[in-house]
């Protein structure tokens, strides 16, 4: 007889790339205590790596990394595994039009604004 109990399903992975320690962590933490199963990468290389082992399904991701930028870190994402089912996200300090075009054409899906509030997150987790 099947187990319908829900609690046994799979949490939804969450990666989050960001070099500011403390945005990441709050980020984590924020997952977390709703559920969802989540990793933490400090760089773009890092952030790659930990993406192609863990296979979350979302990817909230800076920009602005050391070495590999999250521009960068997102076409190979994406190039590595393009029939993965995953929700890119860009966070970025910068609002403007160039920088939303350029989001796009590295395979983003969507960007927040830094600092992004609870309910832009919670638009985002609501889609998957």
Do not use: C
């Not at 939804?12 to 990793?39: K, P, Y």
């Not at 190039?79 to 609002?95: F, I, M, N, Q, R």
Request: proline share 5%; glycine share 8%; aromatic share 6%.
């Amino acid at each position: 007889m099947p187990n319908n109990d829900t609690s046994e399903q799979p949490m939804l992975r969450v990666l989050v790339v960001d070099d500011n320690t403390d945005i990441a962590e709050a980020l984590s933490a924020l997952l977390e205590l709703q559920g969802f199963e989540v990793r933490v990468a400090h760089s773009g290389e890092v952030g790659v790596e930990v993406a192609s082992e863990f296979k979350p399904r979302l990817i909230f991701m800076d920009l602005g990394l050391p070495g590999m930028s999250g521009y960068q870190a997102a076409r190979q994402i994406r190039e590595s595994a393009p029939d993965w089912p995953l929700k890119l996200v860009a966070l970025t300090g910068y609002g403007e039009s160039v920088v939303q075009k350029k989001v796009v054409a590295a395979g983003f899906d969507t960007f927040l604004l830094k600092p992004a509030g609870m309910a832009q997150i919670q638009e985002i987790l609501d889609t998957i």
